[in-house]
């Protein structure tokens, strides 16, 4: 059971990634979108990461979708934390 998901991209130069969406799923199959920087906002990346909260759900797969920067067409993840109750 999971309600918390920390994503932590590349940030020293305050890039921000375009199209990052965060998924999770039960299953694999069937996918819940968590976040999406083209509805919920783009953000500056900080060594502080981005904490994405929701109720909690039973979760066994997390998916992180990233479409370059704006420094550069690369994508660049460091960590991503799942957390639960």
Known sequence: TVNRIDIFHYWWDSRTYYYNKVETSPDGIVWTTRFDSEVNGRYTETYEGKTINF??????YVKNILNGSSSN????????????K
């Open 73 to 84: 067409t690369g994508s660049h993840w460091v960590e991503i934390r799942v957390m639960g």
């Open 55 to 60: 109720t909690s759900s039973p979760i066994r």
